[in-house]
C-alpha cells in the first residue's frame, strides 16, 4: 500500500482529480455567471441587443459570429480561476510530492 500511495503523490495523480472534481463541481455556477450577468452586460457594451452571443457582423453575404467565441472564452477563463484559487486556499497543491 505504501508504493501505491507513493506512485499517486509522484504522479501528480491528486492534483488532476481535484482539478476535474472542483471544475465540474464549478461548471455550472460559472456558466449561469457567464450567461445570464457577464454577457448581457458586455452585449451591452458592443451593442448586440440579444446579448453578447448574439454579437456579429456581415462578412459579404456570411455571419461571424464573434460572440459565442468571446463567451465560451470568458466561461473558461472564470472556472479556471476558481479551479486554480480553489486548489491554493484549501493546499491541495501541497499533496503531490515532486521527485527528486
Do not use: C
Amino acid at each position: 500500500m505504501p508504493g501505491f500511495i507513493n506512485f499517486i503523490r509522484e504522479q501528480g495523480v491528486v492534483g488532476l482529480a481535484v482539478g476535474f472534481i472542483l471544475g465540474g463541481a464549478v461548471s455550472k455556477i460559472v456558466a449561469a455567471l457567464v450567461s445570464d450577468i457577464i454577457n448581457p452586460i458586455l452585449g451591452l457594451m458592443m451593442g448586440a441587443a440579444g446579448g453578447l452571443k448574439t454579437a456579429s457582423f456581415g462578412l459579404g453575404s456570411a455571419r461571424i459570429l464573434y460572440g459565442d467565441l468571446i463567451s465560451v472564452t470568458i466561461d473558461f477563463i472564470v472556472v479556471a480561476l476558481v479551479v486554480y484559487f480553489g486548489v491554493k486556499l484549501i493546499g491541495l497543491d501541497k499533496l503531490d510530492r515532486k521527485k527528486g
